[in-house]
């Protein structure tokens, strides 16, 4: 009301009075409240009405509670079930004419080959990097039976999960995600451990992130510090050269902290160094980035990570192209430069692909989506099909192609970039690409998880400066210390992957799918103790990751 | 003994999260603090000092449920919560899973006003109604408000359903309003002579916190159901944007080429709108009837005396 008999353009008065404490600034209200005309036409006497009675009448009550509390407060928002239908809304230009709202369920669906390109995109993480090493870990042979059999039984999970809101009767399951199915089973409880789960992971990939962005820092820093000095290019490297092949990996990172190659311990190594100050240059960048309000600018980048992809498959290929295969078959028994077929640390891969294939978090939401529903099966299983196919082509070319007579094949990194020198361009275009990306998807990640935290602790996304810089201080913390002390990405991904598994792949749907087929009556002793097993495998995949 | 020494009250109570306070901000135009969304109950009561329908106090209260502090803290300043009132008005929310519970404090504030103010009139809100699915609300209506009045005897209860989501929670707090109006019938007599005389299309009589209509007067059939509430809406908004430069809001005349209307402060209770189809009638015209209509229904308020006028009502 005020806007009509005040200047549009003017200095704004403060609002210092008690009417608007609290809210974002009056200002904020004002810029954010759309200029209203009510639409009948009150000169003439139109006998057509463009907007229904009850609609009229609402959006005066919406507009007047909306002025009794601050502009971000919820409380007075009408809620779903008494806004109308689509049919009773127009948009009124206050020129006369009146649209109608589309029909915004058509708008939202996305034909099959969208579906499952999004569930590759989402699923498609960092731990493409590891699968090489995880391969290693497990042995050639033995790496690619468990990728495929790993594959299909995620692929299982995921079925029952994006099956489980369906199998409830007598509410209305259309908005809910897997926390809200838990919920509905097993109470708070149920919510609270899937939530806790999924910030597991969440935490854990922001931690990965951290090591990996310095790794990438300081590789882009020592590229172009490396081409004033025109270091010799070698192929592959290994940068933390043992003298057992057989040794377990893990170890290695605690050994070399600085560069493998120049080791002037110039005055550049001392401030440009993996592990002891780029992680700390990266506060600076970072921590402000994750006190941002919202993410949704950060949400504009995300086709970085379908390029940074797709350019990392180009670049497997042209390498492999390069150096050929080298592989030879040692079935048990280890030997100088290759690794047994079958290896007793095959868990680390198990840990990891569990993370590589994790998506359970979120997959009723992708698949809420598509077009044809009943096609959600088949177009799940095509997604995971190519995602496994991916994993599998940079997988066995990086391991094949590694060039095992002069180098051990127990030499590929977790990071399976760490092979390559800094020097090679190729793979600093590709280090740059991954870093951006990274830049850009780490707050959303924070975001991600300051409001699954602060949504359960305090109701409130946004409780207070001082809380969220707590909880970043945190994280970053966490990760900041990893990069220094324990930067081997591969245990914290099969970590991270093996206790969000346990819950959110394996636990959590197959109880779910249990207790709905008891309550249909269609529990049999075979499929009870089939998906008694998968709780099995899940412990025991989180068991032997401790051993390994 | 004039009892404006000692403020008469008008009780808003019911169980903490049953919507008083959403109901007391939307009907009298209050800013709700982010904060107010507590976690907690209502640990003292909220006064506002509103003049609702004359010299009220408005008192707002949690009654119930939560912790024996609270129970304890409710028992020894019962007598002093409710001393003089003049109306309860007690919130029921319909989703509650406690009915029994929810009765049980309905039943002990009874007793209380039994003890200490018996004169005080009684009404019961079943809301949050938008909730129910809409071919049961009449049926669950029914129902509480038979429970309800028959827990009430020997006081007499008047029931609503209202949602702050459609037009109920307007007419309830209408309705109220015109049964605490002691002479409501004779002003709207009176309001119907004043508005034939000065050839008035409709005539409004609105109370003077809340712009809830008391009584009204219409010449011919009026095309929008909802104008009360929404012309109630209208001004609040605009009485917030006053309040923010310290300034009250008194009178308003809008007018083009095909009506003219006329907003003023009426009785000490009431304002007045008075709405002219005839645009040649100048607006001096209109505004000097409404001043002397304004003597004579001021006078109807007093004449009927101490007895009965609101504000000075003796105890």
């Known amino acids: 009301m005020e806007d009509d008999c005040r200047p549009l353009l003017g200095p704004d008065p403060t609002g210092e009075s008690p009417s608007h404490r609290g809210s974002a600034g009056s200002l904020d209200i004002r810029t954010k409240r759309p200029f209203y005309v009510e639409p009948r036409n009150i000169v003439s006497d139109d006998p057509q009405e463009r907007i229904s009675a009850e609609a009229a009448i609402l959006n005066s009550r919406v507009h007047y509670y909306s002025r009794l509390t601050g502009s971000s407060d919820t409380m007075l928002s009408p809620p779903n079930h008494v806004i109308p239908t689509a049919e009773e809304m127009y948009v009124y230009s206050p020129l006369g004419t009146a649209f109608k709202i589309p029909d915004s369920e058509q708008a939202v669906k996305n034909p099959s080959i969208v579906t499952i390109f999004a569930i590759w995109n989402t699923m498609m993480g960092t731990s493409i990097l590891s699968i090489p090493w995880g391969i290693k870990q497990a042995g050639f042979t033995l790496g690619i039976i468990i990728l495929i059999f790993t594959g299909l039984l995620m692929l299982y999970c995921c079925y029952i999960v994006i099956k489980s809101p369906k199998a409830i009767r007598g509410v209305d399951t259309s908005s809910w995600e897997f926390p809200d199915v838990c919920r509905f089973y097993f109470g708070k409880l149920g919510l609270w451990s899937s939530l806790v789960f999924s910030l597991v992971s969440l935490v854990g990939a922001m931690v990965v992130y951290w090591v990996l962005m310095s790794n990438f820092l300081y590789n882009t820093g020592q590229f172009i510090y490396s081409k004033f000095k025109h270091d010799r290019n070698v192929p592959f490297i290994c940068p933390y050269p043992k003298t057992h092949p057989g040794r377990n990996d893990s170890m290695t990172s605690l050994c070399g902290s600085s560069s493998g190659n120049d080791s002037s311990g110039s005055s550049f190594d001392h401030y440009w160094s993996k592990t002891s100050t780029i992680p700390l240059y990266l506060i600076i960048l970072l921590l402000p980035l994750l006190c941002f309000r919202s993410a949704s600018f950060f949400a504009r980048f995300t086709f970085f990570g379908t390029i940074s992809v797709i350019y990392l498959i180009v670049l497997v290929t042209i390498k492999a192209s390069h150096l050929g295969f080298h592989l030879e078959f040692h079935w048990f028994g280890p030997s100088q430069f290759y690794v047994p077929e079958f290896r007793l640390f095959f868990p680390q891969l198990t840990g990891v692909l569990t993370l590589a294939f994790f998506i359970h978090n979120c997959i009723i939401t992708l698949m809420k989506s598509n077009k044809n529903q009943e096609n959600n099966v088949r177009d799940l299983s095509l997604a995971y099909l190519l995602v496994g196919g991916t994993y599998m082509y940079v997988g066995v070319l990086i391991f094949a192609a590694f060039p095992s007579p002069p180098l051990s094949k127990d030499c590929i990194e977790p990071n399976f970039l760490d092979n390559f020198p800094s020097s090679d361009v190729m793979v600093f275009v590709a280090r740059v690409c991954l870093l951006f990306q990274m830049i850009t998807v780490y707050p959303l990640l924070g975001y991600l998880v300051r409001v699954q935290i602060m949504g359960q602790l305090f109701g409130n996304h946004y409780p207070g400066f001082i809380h969220i810089l707590v909880l970043n201080i945190l994280i970053v913390g966490a990760g900041v210390l990893m990069s220094m002390f324990y930067p081997n990405i591969g245990s914290i991904i099969r970590f991270s992957g093996a206790i969000c598994g346990l819950a959110l792949v394996f636990l959590l749907p197959a109880l779910v799918h249990m207790f709905s087929l008891r309550e249909q009556g269609r529990l049999t002793w075979q499929s009870a103790f089939f998906h008694s097993f998968l709780i099995v495998l899940g412990v025991a995949n989180l068991m032997a990751q401790f051993f390994m | ?315």
């Open chain 2, 1 to 315: 003994m004039s009892s404006s020494a000692m403020k008469k009250k008008v009780l808003l109570m019911g169980k903490s999260g049953s919507g008083k306070t959403s109901m007391r901000s939307i009907i009298f135009a209050n800013y709700i603090a982010r904060d107010t969304r507590r976690l907690g109950a209502t640990i003292d009561v909220e006064h506002s000092h509103v003049r609702f329908l004359g010299n009220l106090v408005l008192n707002l209260w949690d009654c119930g449920g939560q912790d024996t502090f609270m129970e304890n803290y409710f028992t020894s300043q019962r007598d002093n919560i409710f001393r003089n009132v003049e109306v309860l008005i007690y919130v029921f929310d319909v989703e509650s899973r406690e009915l029994e519970k929810d009765m049980h404090y309905y039943q002990s504030c009874l007793e209380a006003i039994l003890q200490n103010s018996p004169d005080a009139k009684v009404f019961c809100l079943v809301h949050k109604m938008d909730l129910v699915q809409e071919d049961q609300r009449d049926l669950i209506f029914k129902e509480r408000e038979e429970d309800l009045k028959r827990l009430s005897r020997p006081l007499a209860c008047t029931c609503f359903r209202t949602s702050i989501w459609d037009e109920t929670l307007y007419k309830a707090w209408s309705s109220i309003v015109y049964q605490l109006i002691p002479n409501v019938q004779q002003l709207e007599t009176n309001l119907r002579n004043f508005a034939q005389i000065i050839e008035a299309d409709e005539v409004l009589l609105f109370e003077r916190a809340t712009f809830l209509v008391i009584s009204h007067y219409q010449c011919k059939e009026q095309r929008d159901a909802h104008r009360f509430e929404k012309i109630s809406n209208i001004i609040k908004q605009f009485k917030l944007s006053c309040s923010k430069l310290a300034a009250s809001f008194q009178s308003m005349e809008v007018r083009n080429s095909n009506f003219a209307a006329f907003i003023d402060v009426f009785t000490s209770n009431t304002y007045v709108m008075v709405i002219m189809s005839d645009p040649s009638i100048p607006s001096a015209a209109t505004l000097i009837n409404i001043r002397n209509a304004r003597k004579h229904f001021e006078k109807l308020e007093r004449v009927d005396g101490p007895k009965h006028s609101l504000h000075m009502r003796m105890r």
